[in-house]
């Protein structure tokens, strides 16, 4: 007979067969049994503008609480459709090729849904996010990746050359990146988009942490690239410009045809993005441009605060270009690997961080590395790092 758990797992479907929880969520909720500080966890908990605040008290009293059309209210795509000119370069309609979605990861979802067939060919850079590996995974994408080497996360040409075939369907880009903080330079943004034209693949591009950028870095867009605009899905959002990861709404652009299919996706899938913060988050298109260069101000100085404690504790910080995260090489602590790393530091200095293993195709890549997010209120990031300086004198 078929033991209670064994006749549950029977229940699951293939496609979820490996899906487990992360180490991130893993190293979260251990972080918060022991009262810890997380940087481990994405979670920025700066305040939402106080001018987006008030629009979503008064989208809310306003009622502005029915749904709204799949592709998003008019105003915001019009909005969005304006920020792309501006900033990233696309040009696009409004109402043909901007899909407001539940989050980045709603366009990505709906991306994934819509132009990946089992067994497609789907190029990754490695080190990546884990929802791009796994989402493409559930769509049952053959994954090929492409290393990224520390320390200035560069790709060799020829490795990506080969990584393309005649079954690859898409390229993921994510620019600047989670976890390593690359920022693909417009020479290497070029060689793709040609790749991309060659074997007839698409671009899909996560920008979420597009604003976010240190020293000469600038963000450049593959969908602003001359013959990329009919085959780049450019995804980003609201989470971490305005930190309202909770918020749930982002967007996606690109050519109508492909657009008309993610909004069909995103009707199927999620209705629409909430009504009331669509609303609501028109006003952050009204902030300043002073905004932006305090946002990378901020992140600036919180990153050169934890690369010092890094130093201090032994822990050598691996420089992001863009984002709010830091992979550091936690080799100098002499222990074994990322997850005893991790545990330690947890366990005492209590910061959590998240293994390095978790954010490669090939573990022993991320063996000697953890990723801490510095996207924290002053007081929490000083208070992680005095902790963290504290450590060269608990070292086994
Ligand atoms: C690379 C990347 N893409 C997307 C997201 C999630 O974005 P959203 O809140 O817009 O779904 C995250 C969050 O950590 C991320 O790191």
Redesign the pocket.
Known sequence: MKSPENLLKSFFAERIKGLVQSDIRRMSRECERLGGINLGQ?ICDQPVPDSVKEAAKSAIDRDRSIYSKFEGIDPLRERIAAKMADYNGIRCDPDREVVVTV????G?VAACLAFVEPGDEVILFSPF?G??RNILSLCEATLRFVTLHPPNWSFDPADLERSFTEKTAAVII?TP??PCGKVFSRQELILIASLCQKHGALAIT?E??EYILYGEHRHVSIGSLPGMEERTITLS????TYNM?GW???YAVGAAPLMEKIGLLNDLLYICAPTPLQHAVMAAFDLPPSYYDQLCADYARKLEMTCAACDEAGIRPLLPQG?YYLLADISGLGLSDDKEAANFLLGRAGVASVPGTSFYADPEDGRQQVRLCFAKQDGDLEEACRRLRGIRTARP
């Not at 959002?237 to 971490?240: A, R, V």
């Open positions: 994405g989050g980045s990861t709603g990505f996010y929802y791009h994510n990146s989670n996560d979420i942490y959002g609201f989470s971490k990861t749930r709404l982002g984002a």
